[in-house]
């Protein structure tokens, strides 16, 4: 909008201004640094504030000599700018309304009390005027405008144009812009639609309407301060507007406004924000901390509204800021309600700490784990008397934060500050049903024992603790049993484990080959329980005993390889008990140290001796007895330690 007719008649020089009417001025107003020479009479016929100022001048004594009418105007919203426009104003030169003015000038006519008192279309009614039928009604005018009213605060908030102006956002951020016509920019269009046209007043242009993303909005808040941000975000919760919403409004926000975000984790994978903005002036560690903490603090609290990725960049960011602990504290626990979706990198946070000597933040790991943990009890997986029940989807995320906690030990313990007894802590923190495998234990124990050759045996021993040697593969199993970092009675409990598994596996292939005649035949159908029902109805089929007899060949070809592993497992745990048995003779018999290393079975096992089958009587087409086969070897086996490796 374009107030005024007559052309430009102010010229400025240096900290003045001055008309270039061709009167000579007979006022001085001074607004902050600057020094206007005006007239009179065209100010006091609009503003009733300048009229009474100056008939207050003209009070004085007539007989003092005075250098002309001077008035100084304090606290003036808009400063001198927003006056030098109201000035314009009032000799009727050209003035431009634009949404990044109008705020400022509606301010500044209220303070000069530019009514209609003093003129019809004074400069009040016009900004209003403005403000109502051009501002409020368009988003980007709406946005522009409440950008500038900053630096109008408070007469702003006294006239109510800040509450319209966030209306007025809220309104149309939760509204589909290409319904109303907005202007969007190019690069938040995304497909075209399938049908249909653009109309322009009623003409078809021929180009297909384009689907707007739904976070059109949140570069444009991102110019506002942190203030009005807030308070537009309180708005838009007042109108049920979706989480996923505001929360990518203040990620979006955060990304542009601290510089710490753009940092990288871990020092080798950058984190996977999306397309960032950096800052072009980084505001200062006060204002950073400030804006953090109330970014956190206004975040939706539901669970996957925010990506781990970012969580962990605020919590970094804290750290690096000192934010208060209950800002970190709250993070940690946003962190630990979704720690299955985190990565690896992302916990390998460092050490801000100057009392912790170790290279990244045990601790804080420890503390997230401890909310996971926190709200994992609240909803406790079905158990029964063997156990949890490891293949209930509820279990699925504390299965995949164990295995990235095994991940994570793995790349921490190569760290010579890392005290056995917070290795051994973080290690222990999930329960036994989280894993079934220890094999990433195994590896992270490895790793540990290899970084601390310092450590005692007992040290050593207390280290072990963490994993099970029952859970361990037989690939793990072969490399613990070579491993000459393990204490002693770690390595005699994975070798008898080991022997376990492998006789377990062989009973398992008898079992099969005694169910099955020399041509592939099942022998004594129903035998095997719902097992073998099972199994025989899966076999009915066309091929199913083709298949059948070409596995127990497979099966019968790893039975020499088998029987070989088995025969050399024992000679060498034999050995292990002689020399054993020659360190702590005088001791008690064998079986006590067997005990005293934890070898005790719940079912008695036989050990193996020249009594097994030999090759000749696996192949030549005779089936073992299954009572024979029950005694010899036990269909399945049992075994559990009976102490702890302590």
């Known amino acids: 909008m374009k107030l005024g007719s007559k052309p430009e008649a102010f010229q400025k020089r240096g900290q003045a201004w001055f008309c270039t009417s061709g009167l000579a001025s007979d006022i001085k107003i001074k607004v902050e640094q600057m020094t206007f020479h005006l007239h009179k009479f065209p100010l006091v016929s609009r503003s009733g504030r300048l009229a009474k100022l100056v008939e207050e001048m003209s009070e004085e004594d007539d007989n003092e000599e005075s250098s002309g009418c001077q008035i100084q105007l304090v606290d003036i919203p808009g400063g001198a700018e927003a006056f030098e426009l109201a000035a314009k104003f009032c000799y009727q030169v050209k003035v431009e309304l634009t949404a990044t003015n109008v705020v400022a000038l509606r301010c500044v006519a209220e303070y000069l009390e530019m009514t209609e008192e003093f003129g019809d279309g004074n400069l009040i009614a016009k900004t209003e005027a403005f403000l109502q039928q051009v501002v409020l009604r368009s988003w980007p005018d709406s946005v522009r405008a409440l950008e500038s009213c900053s630096s109008s605060m408070p007469q702003v908030e006294e006239l109510g144009i800040v509450e319209k102006l966030i209306h007025s956002v809220c309104v149309k951020a939760c509204t589909d812009p290409s319904l109303v016509g907005w202007p969007i920019p190019e690069h938040h269009s995304l497909l075209q639609s399938p049908g249909g046209s653009v109309l322009w007043n009623g003409i078809s242009t021929g180009a297909r309407a384009r689907a707007i993303r739904t976070d059109w909005w949140y570069d444009d808040l991102s110019t506002l301060s942190l203030p009005l941000l807030e308070r537009v975000v309180a708005g838009l919760e007042a109108r049920g507007t979706r989480p996923e919403s505001i929360a990518g409004a203040l990620v979006h926000y955060a990304k542009k406004s601290l510089p710490g975000l753009h940092r990288r984790h871990s020092g ?379």
Request: proline share 6%; charged share 20%; net charge negative.
């Open 268 to 646: 080798r994978d950058a984190c996977t924000h999306g397309p960032l903005v950096p800052a072009t002036v980084a505001p200062a560690e006060d204002d950073q901390r400030i804006m953090l903490e109330t970014i956190e603090a206004r975040l939706p609290s539901m669970k996957g509204v925010v990506s781990t990725c970012f969580l962990f960049g605020l919590l970094r960011t804290a750290m690096i800021l000192n934010a208060n602990a209950r800002c970190k504290s709250n993070l940690e626990r946003r962190i630990g309600m979704q720690l299955e979706q985190a990565m690896l990198d992302e916990l390998l946070m460092p050490n801000y700490s100057y009392i912790e000597e170790t290279l990244y933040d045990i601790d804080v790991v420890q503390r997230i784990l401890d909310h996971f943990l926190l709200l994992d009890q609240n909803s406790p997986p079905g158990s029964d008397e063997e156990g949890p029940l490891l293949g209930s989807p509820s279990l699925s995320p504390i299965m995949m934060v164990a295995k990235l906690l095994d991940a994570y030990l793995a790349e921490v313990a190569p760290d010579v500050n890392l005290k056995p007894a917070k290795f051994q802590a973080l290690a222990e923190a999930l329960p036994d049903y989280s894993r079934r495998l220890d094999d990433g234990l195994y590896r992270a124990v490895d790793i540990f024992l290899k970084a601390h050759p310092w450590l005692s045996e007992a040290e050593r021993e207390r280290v072990c603790k963490i994993m099970d040697c029952q859970k361990l593969s037989l690939e793990a199993c072969t490399h613990a049993a070579q491993n000459e970092r393990l204490p002693l009675r770690v390595v005699v409990q994975v070798l008898f484990f080991e022997q376990l598994q492998l006789r377990t596996a062989i009973a398992g292939s008898f079992l099969v080959s005694d169910n099955l005649g020399p041509s592939g035949q099942q022998v004594r159908p129903g035998t095997l329980g719902e097992a073998g029902g099972a199994t025989q109805a899966g076999m009915r089929g066309g091929d199913g005993w083709v298949n059948v007899v070409h596995e127990n060949q497979v099966l019968k070809g790893n039975m020499d390889r088998m029987l070989s592993r088995v025969s050399q497992l024992e000679r060498e745990c034999n050995t292990m008990r002689y020399e054993i048995e020659k360190l702590h003779r005088g001791k008690g018999p064998l079986n006590t140290l067997s005990k005293a290393l934890g070898c005790n079975s719940r079912s008695p096992i036989t050990p193996v001796t020249g009594d097994i089958p030999t090759n000749q009587n696996l192949n030549g087409g005779a089936s073992l007895s299954k009572e024979h086969l029950r005694q010899r070897h036990p269909p399945t086996v049992h075994a559990r330690s009976s102490s702890s490796l302590s």
